[in-house]
């Protein structure tokens, strides 16, 4: 009988040959996909980096856009917002709002109006001024700068007088100016109590105020009330629930610019 053991012994040798190689193969190939695996990481996040770059982009192009487009819409609306003050719809809205609120007071009337156009017309900032129906510049004396377009005063509608005035921009001042401007007008009044005509001309000529948009000067008795938005810049003394001085007079004004003309309504 002829030994086997030989053939079985090299039957197992090239058995554990054949094994070691395969695992040898299979260890080479899982190094070498540990190796590939994170240069493939690498790159899918560099995908997914330079989609969401992508995507971020084409965001800001889009809101880029559509900021252009809500500038260029605004810029339209004041336009035609502008077409009707100067075509005096505006102004004819207040006359039939005013004819239709003399029972309604002064204070409410003025929050009334400033409401009302604020809604209507909000792609501007808005200044509403309210006082009784008085004449004559013994009790009020209203100056509008030639320059400015953005004040109308509506006089004698049923019991009341409104001064209103419009601006595209926020305010131009700091509260800082605005303090050292009452603070002035207030010094000036608690020397003595002048006609408005009077007060009106010194106080332009003793420069106690800058260039103005509008610039009123009202007997207080005629309870002038004001109604605006914090965005408008004004001063204003003596006036509403911030009367101080019953007998005295009412002072506000719209800083404009230097260097403007001024234009005397009456």
């Known amino acids: 009988m002829p030994s086997t053991s030989g053939y079985q012994l090299g039957t197992r040798s090239y058995a554990a040959t054949i094994a070691r190689s395969w695992n040898i193969a299979f260890v080479l190939q899982r190094k070498q996909h540990d190796i590939i695996r994170p240069v493939r990481t690498f790159r899918q996040i560099n995908n997914n ?29 004041n336009a035609v917002e502008n077409e009707c003050i100067k075509e005096d719809r505006v102004p004819n809205e207040i006359t039939e709002m005013m004819k239709q609120n003399v029972a309604t007071s002064n204070r409410d009337f003025a929050e009334i109006l400033y409401d009302y156009l604020s809604d209507k017309y909000d792609t501007k ?13 013994l009790n009020h004396n209203i100056v509008l700068n030639s320059e400015s377009n953005n004040c109308q005063w509506i006089g004698a509608q049923g019991n009341k ?19 050292a401007t009452e ?17 009106m001309s010194e106080i ?9 948009s509008m610039m009123a000067v009202i007997q207080t008795s005629a309870e002038v009330q ?24 009412t002072t506000i004004g719209i800083p404009f610019r230097n260097n403007t003309r001024w234009t005397r309504i009456f």
């Open 49 to 77: 980096l330079n989609v969401c770059l992508t995507f971020h982009m084409g965001r800001t192009r889009k809101k880029n856009r559509l900021d252009k487009y809500q500038q260029e819409a605004i810029v339209k609306i």
């Open 125 to 137: 900032h808005w200044f509403v001024v309210v006082y009784n129906a008085i004449t004559g510049d």
């Open 161 to 179: 007088n409104v001064i209103v005035c419009s601006q595209n921009s926020i305010c131009r001042w700091d509260q800082t100016s605005m303090l």
């Open 183 to 199: 603070e002035k007008i207030n010094d000036y009044f608690n020397h003595y109590y002048p006609r408005p005509d009077v007060a």
């Open 204 to 212: 332009k000529s003793l420069k106690l105020v800058p260039e103005t």
């Open 226 to 249: 004001i109604a605006t938005s914090k965005e408008m810049c004004f001063f204003a003394q003596n006036y509403g629930n911030k009367t101080n001085r019953p007998g005295g007079l």
